[in-house]
């Protein structure tokens, strides 16, 4: 009985051992004897604790959780017991389980089932122990040996170390393992720095988003240019510029231009930055008075399509603040204006075409990513620490279309060369605006409407309008407004009227042409200046006699009068004109005969008097100019077809110079 005591009590004490035993299970094992009694503890008592168990381990599935962690801690003192598991000798095996119960217990009262509310239950019959086996020291229910109890491992150590072992409460939940304890502290930390990597990914990206919208609106104006401006100079030598700005060369004159804008653009550092750039580039036109707001924002203007290139498709993306920025617009109006994508010659780079446009890879297409002033036709130098646009050559490119008044926004232009296209339409009407312009010429092109009255500026000094379809009379106040004019040419139009004695007051004027107009009229005498160089009004319908204060004249060296009514006789005074090479009269009604003192013209190269009314022979000392310097001797010397000598015998004409005359 004894030794079956000791095996229950074994028992008992390896039940406390686990760790997922209880305060209950405790509690239940601790007063067994008082629950069932003696006689159940020696032999019919084992049937009792099992039912028991199982009670309470249902229970405690259930409602485990809750009520061991309202529970205050039970403290064991687990050492001893595990020393006693490990122990060989039985009767050595003592129990040191220190029980601490709530206060609200009194462990000295006896407890029965109702006291722990266990319900009444039927008992199954009780097992026979008698065949228990302990040959070996091991213990199992019938002939089948149960397995010892495991040593103490580091779960059960962590449990027990994690009792309050100097009477602190503690919950005596049932722990989880090592491995779900290890699994889900992983899963707190990966959950933890996945949500951190979350939170700063978006605290980058809204920085981000911060620091470029205030890159992007607080770009500094751009006030000195010697670095790298996109508007005001010269084509360099080599390729474009990509990555790096060319250096800044010393200033120099608009026959050698700097090549090198003065203040690299600033690109646009994002889509916000991109989309204010365009508004801020659109304000700079609208509010200079480059272009009307209606006429820019009209898809169907060239204006608007040099806006757009200006904003989308220029390669160099030119910021608002660029100083060459109104004539980079300037420059690509002229180019849609003017049908630049049919050009003869460096129109736009379009898939592979080169950026250059002749073999000397200096002059670059237009609209090509490189700088303004290193287009084909455009030459720059630096006024003012900034590089301006101060030549516009593109000559006999086929352009076509309008001239578009925003031309007249170069301020710094010197030159406007437009001669030998197909322009059309009325001249611009505020060219005075270009307060430097010394040369327009726009000769051979198919302009339209009257010449504006006080369209050109005081620095003009050539005028070339020639074989376009110009209307009117000509313009008396550009006498007033233009006393530097060296040279005009008003031929090949439609003019009416007479000629001004008032173009006598231009004291520089050297070359004045009016030739192939509607002009009537005689020539006045004050036209004629000690600097006339070239004097042509052939083909009008002037009269009277030639004046003799043209021989005043002595630097002429070109005088065409033919082609009109003049009368009188050839002045022998023209031997004074020592400088004049070209005397062309032919188409008038002259009469008398060829001076002598012709032959003092040592310059003369061509000498023109067929189809008047001279008669008689050409001189000998006209003759001895032949063949040079005279090359040309044109006289009405062609022998009749019906027989009879000529009007006039020359010995030295060929018979190519010979006509019949009237």
């Known amino acids: 009985m ?55 381990n249902q229970e405690l599935s259930q409602e485990d959780t809750q009520d061991r962690s309202n529970s205050q801690s039970a403290v064991l003192t687990l050492s001893s017991v595990y020393d006693m598991a490990d122990s060989d000798d039985d009767d050595e095996l003592s129990e040191d389980i220190d029980l601490k119960l709530p206060a609200s217990e009194n462990v000295s009262q006896p407890v029965s089932l109702e006291t722990l509310n266990i319900p009444p239950v039927n008992l199954p019959p009780e ?44 919950n005596l939940h049932n722990p989880d393992t090592d491995e779900q304890l290890l699994a889900r502290r992983r899963l707190f930390r990966r959950t933890y720095i996945f949500c951190w990597l979350i939170v700063a990914t978006l605290l980058i990206a809204l920085i981000s988003i911060l620091v470029k919208n205030k890159i992007a609106g607080s770009s500094t104006p751009v006030q000195d240019k010697s670095a790298a401006p996109t508007s005001t100079e010269q084509a360099p030598v ?109 129109s736009r780079p379009v898939g592979n075409d080169s950026l250059t446009c002749f073999a000397d890879n200096v002059n670059y297409r237009f609209l090509s990513g490189v700088y303004e002033c290193q287009w084909f036709g455009i030459a720059c130098t630096r006024i003012n620490a900034r590089n301006e646009i101060r030549s516009i050559d593109l000559g006999g490119n086929k352009l076509r279309g309008t001239l578009p008044s925003e031309i007249t926004f170069l301020p710094g232009l010197l030159s406007l060369a437009l001669r030998g296209n197909e322009l059309v339409s009325q001249l611009p009407p505020n060219l005075k605006a270009l307060s430097n312009l010394q040369t327009f010429s726009v000769a051979n092109n198919d302009f339209t409407g009257s010449i504006p009255t006080d369209m050109f500026p005081s620095s003009l000094q050539s005028l070339d309008l020639e074989t376009n379809y110009f209307t ?71 009269t009277g006699t030639i004046p003799d204060a043209i021989f005043t004249s002595t630097s002429l060296r070109e005088l065409y009068l033919d082609t009109n009514d003049f009368r009188g006789t050839i002045s022998s005074r023209f031997g004074e004109l020592k400088q004049l090479e070209y005397l062309v009269l032919f188409h008038n009604r002259l009469t008398g005969q060829i001076p002598k003192e012709i032959g003092n013209m040592m310059s003369l190269v061509s000498f023109q008097i067929p189809y008047n009314y001279v008669n008689g022979s050409v001189p000998s000392e006209v003759c001895a100019l032949t063949p040079k310097p005279l090359e040309n001797l044109w006289t009405d010397c062609k022998t009749p077809e019906g027989g009879g000598a000529p009007k006039v015998t020359c010995d030295c004409c060929s018979t190519n110079e010979c006509f019949f005359g009237y």
């Open 238 to 346: 080599g390729p474009p510029p990509t990555a790096s700005r060319p250096t800044v060369p010393p200033p120099m004159d608009i026959t050698a231009p700097t090549l090198t804008p003065s203040k690299a653009p600033t690109v646009a550092p994002s889509t916000v930055g991109q989309k204010q750039r365009s508004v801020d580039i659109t304000r700079e036109i609208i509010t200079n008075g480059v272009t009307a707001e209606s006429v820019l924002f009209n898809v169907s203007t060239p204006q608007y399509q040099a806006l757009q290139w200006l904003i989308d498709d220029d390669s160099l993306q030119v910021p608002a603040n660029y100083s060459g920025l109104i004539q980079r617009y300037v420059l690509a109006t002229v180019y849609f204006s003017t049908e630049g994508d049919r050009w003869k010659s460096c």
């Open 2 to 56: 004894s030794s079956q005591n000791a095996e229950d009590e074994r028992r008992s004490n390896m039940r406390i051992l686990t760790p997922q035993t209880s305060a209950y299970d405790v509690i239940i094992d601790k007063y067994k004897a008082t629950i069932i009694g003696e006689g159940i503890a020696s032999g019919t008592g084992d049937s009792l604790l099992d039912v028991i168990d199982d009670i309470t």
């Open 127 to 170: 097992p026979d122990f008698s065949e228990l086996d302990e040959g070996d020291g091991k213990y199992g229910y019938g002939r089948q040996q149960q397995p010892a109890p495991p040593a103490r491992t580091d779960s059960a150590m962590f449990y027990e170390d994690s009792f309050e072992m100097n009477g602190r409460q503690q």
């Open 472 to 542: 009117g009379s000509i313009p008396n106040d550009i006498f007033e407004n233009c006393k530097d004019l060296q040279d005009v040419d008003l031929s090949g139009n439609k003019l009416l009227g007479t000629i001004d004695s008032k173009w006598g007051t231009l004291d520089k004027l050297s070359s004045l042409k009016f030739s192939n107009n509607n002009l009537t009229g005689t020539l006045p005498s004050e036209i004629f200046t000690p600097v006339m160089e070239v004097f042509a009004v052939e083909l009008n319908n002037l």
